[in-house]
């Protein structure tokens, strides 16, 4: 029979390690806390970045469409002044008048179509749509509007020409090629007037 030597009792949970236990973990919960904090205060300032550059843009935007407005205003300007009558008198057309925000109105005084400017004489009218920046669509909406002025003009014993343009403070090239190959007068905005681009070969459509 071989007697071991002595051996300390094995011993189950002492309060010294349960109490040890308790702190890691409360150690543990304050590292978890202080890296939530950490997380959450760089979340604040990110968001808080993101904030001042969205308010930043939002301005920036504020301010081109205030820009943009002014200029279509400007060129709204033009468009009915003497200038812009002279213009057209160098293109062969001697209109009377340029009027602005001409409304063509149906039965029930409901509205056929709506016309930006509207230059006339006895033989011709030209509708005008005015956009700040012209686009495509703008160009495909006025041949629509044409087409309804014509119907207008037919019903009430007008036969007069009907021509068209379009201008824009902004005339992207593209946009400009459709409007002239669709048969309207292109007028831009430049400096402190506005100019009518006459390409060779253009031929105005009329309605």
């Known amino acids: 029979?071989?007697?071991e030597g002595n051996r300390e009792p094995e011993m189950g949970l002492t309060f010294e390690k349960v109490w040890a236990m308790f702190q890691e973990t409360d150690r543990k919960f304050e590292r978890m806390a202080e890296d939530t904090d950490r997380k959450f205060e760089r979340m604040v300032e990110d968001t808080d970045r993101r904030y001042r550059e969205m308010e930043r843009q939002f301005r920036e935007t504020d301010r081109k469409i205030s820009k943009l407005g002014s200029r279509v205003g400007e060129l709204v300007e033009h468009l009915v002044s003497p200038n812009i009558l002279e213009k057209f008198k160098k293109l062969g057309f001697s209109f009377g008048k340029a009027a602005p925000d001409v409304r063509f109105t149906g039965p029930d005084n409901l509205t056929v179509a709506e016309v930006d400017i509207l230059l006339e004489n006895g033989?011709?009218?030209?509708?005008?749509?005015?956009?700040?920046?012209?686009?495509v669509d703008d160009v495909k909406d006025h041949i629509n509007r044409m087409e309804k002025l014509r119907r207008y003009a037919d019903?009430?014993?007008?036969?007069?020409?009907?021509m068209g343009a379009v201008a824009g403070a902004i005339v992207p090239d593209g946009v400009k090629s459709f409007a002239l190959k669709s048969g309207f007068y292109v007028i831009e905005q430049a400096g402190d007037t506005a100019k009518i681009d006459v390409p060779d070969g253009f031929v105005p459509r009329e309605w």
């Open 1 to 3: 029979m071989v007697i």
């Open 123 to 135: 033989d011709v009218a030209l509708a005008v749509e005015v956009k700040t920046k012209l686009t």
């Open 155 to 162: 019903g009430h014993g007008d036969g007069r020409r009907l």
